[in-house]
């Protein structure tokens, strides 16, 4: 049964670089599949930040894409974010999920993890 | 970017009744739309792919209709269980830029 589960600092600084990984279990990443990350502020709706493929390809939402850097790790399983410069717009619920290899939708999610921007 | 707006933003409905969201998209995304559900402190399931496609798993009660940009969810009896938010989504644009609509809640009247 493949799953995904978020890790990373729940309290990052204005100004400061929030750093996330997804490790997937289950499934080796370098078998396949886009990956990717989306966020939802609390009580708002969904935000694609970006997604990687196991070779490196990326792409990013035009709106953060000059803040954001996905990276993968084929060999511990797991991708990675990393978003520089954030304010308290950025907190937000952060969930890393696969990418279905028919579409670009979302198949399966990770629990997500709650980051908050304060100082 | 293309934009998503579903209607109407809450829905209140009986449980057993019918229940019909929409989505709607600033231009044509072909059938490349999905459907997500999502309950109170849960991540997003993935419930209808390629406009009208069930996920695996997902009640036949479930279905999706619509292509280009107007799309429709329909619950066809509401259980307790499916009172929830639900997201639409497209993946038509090439580099992708997937966007998402602001969602409809789904509560019971």
């Known amino acids: 049964q493949v799953q995904l589960q978020e890790s990373g600092p729940g309290l990052v600084k204005p100004s400061e670089t929030l750093s996330l990984t997804c490790a997937v279990s289950?499934?080796?990443?370098?078998?396949?599949?886009?990956w990717g990350w989306i966020r939802q502020p609390p009580g708002k709706g969904l935000e694609w930040i970006g997604s990687?493929?196991?070779?490196?390809?990326?792409y990013y939402n035009p709106s953060l894409k000059s803040r954001v850097t996905i990276s993968v790790d084929t060999s511990k399983n797991q991708f990675s974010q990393k978003l520089s410069s954030v304010t308290a717009a950025d907190t937000a619920v952060y969930y890393c999920a696969r990418l279905n290899v028919v579409g670009w939708y979302f198949d399966l999610w990770g629990r997500g993890t709650l980051v908050t921007v304060s100082s | 970017e293309i934009v998503m707006t579903q209607s109407p933003a809450t829905l209140s409905v009986s449980p057993g009744e019918r229940a019909t969201l929409s989505c709607r998209a600033s231009q044509s995304v072909s059938s490349n739309l999905a459907w997500y559900q999502q309950k109170p402190g849960q991540a997003p399931r993935l419930l209808i792919y390629?406009?009208?496609t069930r996920a695996t798993g997902i009640p036949a009660r479930f279905s999706g209709s619509g292509s280009g940009t107007e799309f429709t969810l329909t619950i066809s009896s509401l259980q307790s269980e499916d009172f929830a938010v639900y997201y639409c989504q497209q993946y038509n644009s090439w580099p992708p830029a997937l966007t998402f609509g602001g969602g409809t809640k789904v509560e019971i009247k």
């Open positions: 390629g406009a009208s």
């Open positions: 289950g499934y080796s990443i370098s078998s396949g599949y886009y």
């Open positions: 990687i493929y196991h070779g490196g390809s990326t």
